[in-house]
């Protein structure tokens, strides 16, 4: 089921099938979202939980235990019920379930809101640990933005201006080896080049924001305050780009630990509520 919000700047598609926000568009119809076509990458703006890439040999270990989950975790590929709505913000809701369990043995509950407020759509995380133990969880986002037309029209400008140097994956695994991102200032021209070895990860970053520049004119803006790593990837001339705020990310290729141990994962004490947030500001 897809669900509208909307205000008189901007209408917001979502779809209770992982919650994923699919359409983006302003009052004239103009699409900042990515279609979806599967002839490159055929989803749109998944939600990643409760990993953030890729598990060595798919699996982890928790308390001697060994468990088997996919890429980016499954919140995804499960449908969400709607816990709240109006007319510019909708709350949607999954909780662990028989399924869910076979896989991650903690009882979780995450809810994810959508919220339009004049020409910005925020995405907040709200993650609840409703068992009597740790919860060790990652949250990331993966939205999607349309480019139409060449692809090194695009520029991506980062809020500061510093050293961007990304973690190249292998066989989807983070590597020993650390590349410099070339860069003019803050902004770093766009080209099929830099994601020939798949995406840009950054595990740290000054920058709290990007924006998404068109022949040097800002059109997008994406905040992440609340996210300490991040991603940027595309498919080889594919016509979009994703901006993926994250906490957590892939296991190294070295990796031997325990899920609690892992890389850039949180442990969310019983009973606590832990809150992420994300801004998509649409300039023009």
């Keep these: 089921m897809n669900i509208k919000i909307s205000n008189d700047k901007l209408t917001a598609s979502i779809n209770t099938m992982g919650a ?3 359409s983006l568009q302003d009052s004239k119809g103009r699409e900042y979202m990515w279609e979806g076509n599967p002839e490159f990458w055929g989803k749109h703006s998944p ?3 409760p990993i953030v890439g890729t598990l060595k040999n798919n699996s982890y270990s928790y308390k001697g235990k060994n468990y088997t989950m996919s890429r980016h975790g499954f919140a995804r590929d499960n449908k969400f019920t709607v816990v709240e709505k109006n007319d510019n913000s909708v ?7 028989d399924e869910t369990l076979k896989v991650y043995p903690f009882d979780f509950e995450l809810h994810i809101t959508y919220k ?3 020409a910005e759509l925020s995405v907040s995380y709200t993650i609840i640990n409703h068992g009597e133990q740790i919860m060790p969880f990652s949250i990331g986002a993966h939205p999607a933005f349309a480019l139409p037309g060449s692809f090194e029209d695009y520029s991506l400008e980062f809020e500061k201006d510093e050293e961007l140097v990304s973690t190249p994956l292998e066989n989807d695994l983070l590597s020993d080896r650390e590349v410099k991102v070339p860069r003019q200032n803050a902004v770093v021209s766009l080209s099929y080049d830099l994601f020939k070895n798949d995406a840009l990860i950054f595990k740290t970053l000054q920058s709290k924001s990007i924006t998404i520049n068109k022949m040097g004119i800002p059109f997008i803006k994406v905040n992440y305050k609340d996210f300490p790593h991040l991603g940027i990837w595309t498919k080889v001339n594919a016509p979009f780009i994703c901006i993926e705020p994250w906490h957590g990310y ?3 290729l070295d990796s031997k630990v325990d899920l609690p141990d892992k890389e850039g994962i ?3 004490a019983s009973g606590a509520v832990q809150n992420f947030i994300f801004n998509i500001e649409i300039l023009s």
Excluded at 91 to 97: D, E, P, Q, V
């Design 20 to 22: 994923e926000l699919f």
């Design 47 to 49: 939600v990643l939980f």
């Design 91 to 97: 709350t949607f809701g999954l909780k662990a379930n």
């Design 116 to 118: 339009i407020n004049s």
């Design 250 to 252: 892939s296991d190294r």
């Design 266 to 268: 949180i442990n969310l």
